[in-house]
T-cell receptor
Framework: EADIYQTPRYLVIGTGKKITLECSQT?????MYWYQQDPGMELHLIHY???????EKGDLSSESTVSRIRTEHFPLTLESARPSHTSQYLC????????????FGPGTRLTVL | AQTVTQSQPEMSVQEAETVTLSCTYD???????LFWYKQPPSRQMILVIR??????QNATENRFSVNFQKAAKSFSLKISDSQLGDAAMYFC??????????FGTGTRLTIIP
């Protein structure tokens, strides 16, 4: 099992609430990623980071924000959750080279009512 | 922009038989990296196998091997002696330089006992 953790695993929340999805890795990886994935569908990159204080938007536009204050921690925040945010959110990390594999967390399944 | 196409949304195979999952990609680059990731039901996504485009020899990892046809921009995954634990979504992915992974839409593989 990869040393990358996500909490919570499941979250059901009402519209308008602020939420933070946690992601931590103990491998010392500089690169971290957030993907959005509907069940059985492809992954869409929504945020990534190359290291502390580095954050970039991914290919899929998202209303979420991220921060990278510590190497091991890459939380994702939704200021005001909406039903359209219902999805699975996967966090991943990797070492620096393009050949390096990405290690994925178990995901957070978010449902916004 | 690079694209990755998996034309088989679903595949099934009899246990102990061999199955091949297809993947094609579009790129103008000559040196890049290709990956197959496996996402079992309710479990973390893991790397199955990877290939460097400048290497002509096809990658092999135990029962998993690839057929890399650079000119045709094809990267298929062969699973030999299929086992029940091979049931999963399989994603083909592409990476050039130090950029982000581009994933295909996935193939759901079912193993028939």
């Amino acid at each position: 099992e990869a040393d990358i953790y996500q909490t919570p695993r499941y979250l059901v929340i009402g519209t308008g609430k602020k939420i933070t999805l946690e992601c931590s890795q103990t491998m010392g990886h500089d690169k971290m990623y957030w993907y959005q994935q509907d069940p059985g569908m492809e992954l869409h990159l929504i945020h990534y980071s190359y290291g502390v204080n580095s954050t970039e938007k991914g290919d899929l536009s998202s209303e979420s924000t991220v921060s990278r204050i510590r190497t091991e921690h890459f939380p994702l925040t939704l200021e005001s959750a909406r039903p359209s945010h219902t999805s699975q959110y996967l966090c991943a990390s990797s070492e620096w080279e393009a050949i390096d594999e990405q290690f994925f967390g178990p995901g957070t399944r978010l449902t916004v009512l | 922009a690079q694209t990755v196409t998996q034309s088989q949304p679903e595949m099934s195979v009899q246990e102990a038989e061999t199955v091949t999952l297809s993947c094609t990609y579009d790129t103008s680059e000559s040196d890049y990296y290709l990956f197959w990731y496996k996402q079992p039901p309710s479990r973390q996504m893991i790397l199955v196998i990877r290939q460097e485009a400048y290497k002509q020899q096809n990658a092999t990892e135990n029962r998993f091997s690839v057929n890399f046809q650079k000119a045709a921009k094809s990267f298929s995954l062969k699973i030999s002696d299929s086992q029940l634990g091979d049931a999963a979504m399989y994603f083909c992915a592409y990476n050039f330089g130090n950029e982000k992974l581009t994933f295909g839409t996935g193939t759901r593989l079912t193993i028939i006992p």
